[in-house]
């Protein structure tokens, strides 16, 4: 890999992020989470299959938002993710 990253397919077209090993508010796909956990707060699910429902649903509605999916990687700390 190193070599590859050093010769001339990739040079001036790919850029090493390094980040920490686990780092998860350096992620767009845990402010996702965020956003369906605060979606799911205003009335509880009552069991497991109203959960899976109400979850599908929410990720659904945003496939369909890409302005608020793409908010999220518009976060200061996960910038890189959109390069």
């Known amino acids: 890999m190193r070599r590859w990253l050093a010769g001339p397919a990739a040079a ?4 090493l992020v390094y ?4 780092s998860p508010e350096l992620t767009p796909d ?3 989470d965020q956003d369906t ?5 205003p009335c509880r699910p009552s069991d497991q299959r109203e959960m ?13 938002q890409p302005q608020v999916v793409r908010r999220f990687f518009q976060e200061q ?7």
Do not use: C, N
């Not at 001036?12 to 850029?15: I, L, M, Q, Y």
């Not at 980040?19 to 686990?22: C, D, K, S, T, V």
């Open 12 to 15: 001036g077209r790919v850029a």
């Open 19 to 22: 980040r920490p090993g686990y």
């Open 30 to 32: 845990e402010l996702l």
């Open 37 to 41: 956990k605060q979606a799911m707060r």
């Open 52 to 64: 899976r429902g109400r979850v599908r649903s929410h990720l659904r509605s945003r496939q369909k």
């Open 77 to 83: 700390h996960v910038r890189y993710a959109a390069a």
